[in-house]
Nanobody, 114 residues
Framework: QVQLVESGGGLVQPGGALRLSCTAS????????MGWYRQAPGKERDLVAR???????VYQDSVKGRFTISRDYFKNTVTLQLDSLRPEDTALYFC????????WGQGTQVTVSS
């Protein structure tokens, strides 16, 4: 059974930082490209960062230079470091494979507000 469990979200002021973590189980984690997605209220879910099985990374233009994705093959985790946060980064953040499998976790809420 596939499980994706996200954590680390919270409420921060603009310019602040958060570190999101996702633990994956039930999949052959090391062979998949993994990604972080986000969904803001009233908007579609979109992919903000991905990391291949070899560690190559790609970012959405809006987060380049501010977010950093990484993965730990031993712990089956994928992490997203969020720096210089902006109000427009407010969203529910999810991890999944790229392209995504049908199973989604509960997500972790990031709220950027003064």
């Amino acid at each position: 059974q596939v499980q994706l469990v996200e954590s680390g979200g919270g409420l921060v002021q603009p310019g602040g930082a958060l570190r999101l973590s996702c633990t994956a189980s039930g999949i052959s984690f090391s062979i998949y490209t993994m990604g972080w997605y986000r969904q803001a209220p009233g908007k579609e879910r979109d992919l903000v960062a991905r990391i291949t099985s070899l560690g190559a990374t790609v970012y959405q233009d809006s987060v380049k230079g501010r977010f950093t994705i990484s993965r730990d093959y031993f712990k089956n985790t994928v992490t997203l470091q969020l720096d210089s946060l902006r109000p427009e980064d407010t969203a529910l953040y999810f991890c999944n494979t790229v392209p995504p499998i049908d199973t989604w976790g509960q997500g972790t809420q990031v709220t950027v507000s003064s």
